[in-house]
């Protein structure tokens, strides 16, 4: 089956610093990447979807300079957090789709942010 | 706008007995419904979606345009069903791109 891989798993840091989360299709080229943002149990809310080679679309009220995402390649979208705050601690996952969705998504499993 | 909805936050039923998970859907065309199952400290992974009508792990999903529903069911619940249930949406119009229900946590007692 289609495999998507993120990492890291978990990281904690500082205030005002910088995080960058890989999201990457093991066995499958994704035309399309997606990036969700989940609080403890509450449901997956998308923050922006990402093609490969053009810019990712971001949904309404999530900041683009604040979550940075780059789909370099069919097999890897990379998600920075910069200028981290205690507020962007959170579960982030990733998801890659094929031609259309209607096959469904396959999700990665997730990165823990902890920002002190 | 699209939007789904899973009324029942919490599932709980004896091992053996039937489960319905509820979901209402709303969108302005022809949809792509999911339900997608997260088990404890594991991924979201896909468990069934309506264009296969397929039965998988004795779970089935019936989409009712009329009542814009899809909800899932099994007839006779196992201990090993026990995990976060999402449902949801997908529409051209939106892009494909997914919108989920807030979820149902199934617990099955034995």
């Known amino acids: 089956g289609a495999v998507v891989s993120q990492h890291p798993s978990w990281v904690i840091c500082k205030s005002g610093t910088s995080v960058k989360i890989e999201c990457r299709s093991l066995d499958f080229q994704a035309t399309t990447m997606f990036w969700y943002r989940q609080f403890p149990k509450q449901s997956l809310m998308l923050m922006a979807t990402s093609n490969e080679g053009s810019k990712a679309t971001y949904e309404q009220g999530v900041e683009k300079d604040k979550f940075l995402i780059n789909h370099a390649s069919l097999t890897l979208s990379t998600l920075t957090v910069t200028s981290a705050h205690p507020e962007d601690s959170s579960f982030y996952i990733c998801?890659?789709?094929?031609?259309?969705?209607?096959?469904?998504?396959?999700f990665g499993p997730g990165t823990r942010l902890t920002v002190l | 706008a699209q939007r789904v909805t899973q009324p029942e936050k919490l599932l709980s039923v004896f091992k053996g007995a039937p489960v319905e998970l509820k979901c209402n859907y709303s969108y302005s065309g022809s949809p792509e419904l999911f339900w997608y199952v997260q088990y404890s400290r594991q991924r979201l992974q896909l468990l069934l979606r309506?264009?296969s009508r397929e039965s998988i792990k004795g779970f089935t999903a019936d989409l009712n345009k009329g009542e814009t529903s899809f909800h899932l069911k099994k007839p006779f619940a196992q201990e090993e069903d026990s995990a976060m249930y999402y449902c949801?949406?997908?529409?051209?119009?939106?892009?494909?791109?997914?919108?989920f229900g807030g979820g149902t946590r199934v617990l099955v007692k034995p």
């Open positions: 998801s890659a789709s094929t031609s259309g969705a209607h096959k469904g998504q396959f």
């Open positions: 949801a949406l997908s529409g051209q119009a939106a892009g494909n791109k997914l919108t």
């Open positions: 309506h264009i």
